[in-house]
């Protein structure tokens, strides 16, 4: 799977990277802020994305996250504030939120890339929400 990241804070934005990258995808670029997140997306044409909420320009990952479900792009939120997240979450799958452990995003991942990729998908692991359980 081709994997965006979205992230302002580089630290986390790294240990994802390390994340995706540990779990067999590929991970084709970050972002810290929606401009970038854009021309990032159209150059790369991402499978899935990883989106948070507030980054360098504000709390633009909103409309980021609007902007890949637009393109097709399944994505979550990844967010230190959840209820900044829309009651339809903004064509997002899901969220998991910050801080949250390696051991919760690397068994998130695993979910995310069976359902992205069609395959059948078990109940999901604990710490990520999904958009139809909030609906």
């Given at each position: 799977?081709?994997v965006m990241i979205?992230?302002?804070?580089a630290?986390?934005?790294l240990?994802?990277?390390?994340?995706?990258?540990?779990?067999g995808?590929d991970?084709?670029?970050?972002?810290?802020s929606s401009?970038?997140?854009?021309?990032?997306?159209e150059k790369?044409?991402?499978?899935?994305a990883?989106?948070?909420i507030?980054l360098?320009?504000?709390?633009t990952?909103?409309?980021v996250g609007?902007?890949l479900?637009?393109?097709?792009v399944?994505?979550?939120?990844?967010?230190?504030?959840?209820?900044?997240i829309p009651?339809?979450?903004?064509?997002?799958?899901?969220?998991?939120?910050?801080?949250?452990?390696?051991n919760g995003?690397q068994?998130?991942?695993?979910?995310l890339?069976?359902?992205v990729?069609?395959?059948?998908?078990?109940s999901?692991?604990p710490g990520?929400?999904?958009?139809?359980?909030?609906a």
């Amino acid at each position: 799977m081709r994997v965006m990241i979205v992230e302002d804070e580089a630290l986390l934005a790294l240990e994802l990277e390390t994340e995706v990258e540990a779990a067999g995808h590929d991970v084709v670029g970050q972002a810290a802020s929606s401009s970038t997140a854009y021309e990032l997306a159209e150059k790369t044409a991402p499978d899935f994305a990883f989106v948070d909420i507030q980054l360098l320009d504000g709390p633009t990952g909103i409309d980021v996250g609007k902007f890949l479900a637009s393109k097709n792009v399944p994505y979550i939120f990844v967010s230190g504030n959840l209820k900044r997240i829309p009651d339809d979450f903004a064509g997002a799958l899901g969220a998991i939120e910050k801080p949250y452990t390696m051991n919760g995003l690397q068994n998130a991942l695993d979910y995310l890339a069976l359902r992205v990729e069609g395959g059948e998908v078990p109940s999901p692991p604990p710490g990520l929400i999904l958009a139809s359980e909030v609906a």
